[in-house]
């Protein structure tokens, strides 16, 4: 697959996205959008990917959409392309297995609105997260407004918002908007780390707790609870946990089948 702005590997059981246009410091633009949207297409088919990890190349995550693309839109184009964002943030967010987001350096606008779209985030004590387009006379529009008041306390979410804010790594996972903050050297290792763990669970389980939870948030209580019991049948129906049942009871390592 051939990409200008995005490196798209995959190793075993992994898939690498590296956001990498690092002059404008990953800055979102169309093609990165369309690059975006063919790995999201190509990893929905993959049944042998366990686990995916996103970070950006050189010094920042990503910093947002790329203002100088969007300066010279006209209204109409401004809309298509919010709602482009929108569409390629949710796809990453609706791909079966867990993505865990590596915030390794400036994580600004569409930028932490991608990363809370991901199932993990981890971040490097050095970077900085926020949403900063009140201040370009915009407001955060590829889903920042809904999903950071989902995750966090309003109050603080609305606060963020309006000032435009940075928050500090520390501050961030304070917050609960990341996991975990590492050493600058370690956020690869440790997304890699915690990769490989997901990836020693039952494969299927994972993928249905990943349906139920981001579909489950889209439902009352009561409808959510029903659609759980239903997935977690599928599960009970699996080889694998059999697999896993009797390797806890026999005590030892469960070889899944991903069936
Ligand atoms: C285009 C960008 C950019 C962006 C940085 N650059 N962010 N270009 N769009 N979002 C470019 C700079 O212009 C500069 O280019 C180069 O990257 C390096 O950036 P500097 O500003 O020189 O670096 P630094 O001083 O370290 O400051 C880093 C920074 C700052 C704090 C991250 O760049 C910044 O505030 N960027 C904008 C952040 C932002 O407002 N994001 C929200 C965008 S709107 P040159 O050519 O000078 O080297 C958005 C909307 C999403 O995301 C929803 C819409 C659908």
Do not use: W
């Amino acid at each position: 697959m051939k990409l200008n702005t995005i490196i798209y590997e995959k190793r075993d059981a992994f898939a690498y996205i590296t956001f990498n246009r690092p002059k404008v410091l990953n800055a979102i633009n169309r093609e990165m959008l369309d690059d975006l949207a063919r790995i999201t297409d190509d990893l929905r088919r993959d049944e042998g990917i366990r686990a995916i990890i996103v970070t950006g190349a050189g010094k920042a995550f990503i910093a947002g959409a790329d203002i100088a693309a969007m300066r010279d839109f006209t209204a109409a184009e401004g809309r298509e392309f919010n709602l482009y964002v929108q569409q390629q943030i949710n796809n990453l967010e609706n791909l079966p297995v867990p993505v865990i987001c590596a915030i390794n350096g400036y994580a600004l606008g569409g930028g932490l609105e991608l990363a809370l779209a991901c199932d993990i985030r981890i971040i490097a004590q050095d970077a900085k997260i926020g949403l900063p387009e009140v201040a370009l006379g915009i407001f955060p529009g590829g889903g920042g407004t809904q999903r950071l008041p989902r995750l966090i306390n309003n109050g603080y979410a609305k606060y963020y918002i309006y000032t435009g804010e940075h928050i500090p790594a520390q501050r961030a996972y304070e917050l609960g908007i990341v996991q975990e903050v590492t050493g600058s050297g370690d956020l690869t290792g440790r997304a890699q780390e915690i990769a490989d763990k997901i990836a020693k669970q039952g494969p299927i389980a994972v993928r249905m707790a990943k349906r139920v939870i981001n579909e489950g948030a889209n439902l009352g209580l009561r409808p959510s609870i029903v659609f759980d019991s239903e997935a977690y049948a599928t599960t009970f129906a699996t080889e694998d946990r059999i697999t896993g049942m009797t390797a806890f009871l026999n005590k030892t390592k469960a070889n899944f089948q991903n069936r």
